[in-house]
């Protein structure tokens, strides 16, 4: 049996998960400003949406993964006894991470590397993460364990709501909205991570407190399956998660726990302080 290594890029938000799993991790560049920073190893979330919250005139962007260091962390991989490696990258409609690690993929010998978009972003590809841990650690192959993931792909979803689109709009990370914008910078609309992984907007809505009991009714009304792990993922948005958590349980009975998970600052300085998301994965 081959011993199965697996990456996750860190806009998986890993990093504030707690496992025991050995998952590296590829962390993105942000930059503030003439400041620039490794994400979670240089400014966490709280400090980060504190930032940009009391100072609105900062315009936070990214950058990916350098090829080179993600070659680095295959080389320490195989050093360290692994001979196949799955990398779990954000979706490739959202970053070019995929790309470059697949261009790392065909730089080095001797071990092999699958590359995996899972056209996601956030706790969907962090869930991805430990459960290709998991299956590699009970003995699973490396095909067993994407047939797993190409299922939680295509049985898991995003649906939220963001109290600016300035971050989505200016770097470029909102799909399908044209002649949709001229009002919306003005509402908190609805958005969606479709099926292919991009952020679509879905409504307009006026006020954020509309924005969220929308998405509450949404999710229940259209979503909503039995035996569905919800969850909650936000950047900072702690003023909402009882508000929407409440709003859920009210609407589905037989719910079971809903845990919530940060957005990392990568991701956040693309949603803005405050946005949230109402997430599901299908068992």
Known sequence: MKKIGIIVCGNSGLDYIDH????????????????EYIDYVDIKAEDFYTMIKEDSSLHPTTAQTATGVIL??????????????????ISSK?????????????????????????????????????????MANEGNDVPEIIDRLSHIRENSGLIFSVDTLKYLVKNGRLS???????????????????????????????????????????????????????????ANAFDALDQVRSGLKERL???????????????????????????????
């Open 20 to 35: 025991d799993y050995d998952i590296r991790l590829i962390r993105s560049m942000l930059f503030v400003g003439d400041k």
């Open 72 to 89: 680095e962390t295959y080389e320490e991989m195989k050093k360290d006894g692994y001979e196949e490696i799955i990398a779990i990258t």
């Open 94 to 134: 959202l970053s070019g991470t995929y790309e470059g690690a697949v261009m790392a993929s065909n730089m080095i010998d001797g071990v092999n590397v699958t590359v995996f978009d899972s056209k996601s972003v956030a706790y969907p590809e962090a869930y991805m993460a430990l459960e290709a841990a998991r």
């Open 176 to 234: 399908g909205a044209s002649g949709f914008l001229g009002s919306m910078l003005k509402v908190k609309p609805m958005l969606a991570l479709s099926r292919e992984g991009k952020v679509e907007p879905v409504e307009k809505i006026r006020t954020r407190q509309k924005a969220l009991n929308r998405i509450v009714e949404k999710f229940a009304e259209e979503i909503h399956e039995e035996g569905m792990e919800v969850f909650l993922v936000h």
């Open 253 to 283: 009975e037989n719910i079971g726990e809903i845990k919530d998970y940060l957005l990392t600052p990568v991701v956040g300085a693309h949603t803005g302080h405050g946005a949230l998301a109402i997430g599901w994965i299908k068992k």
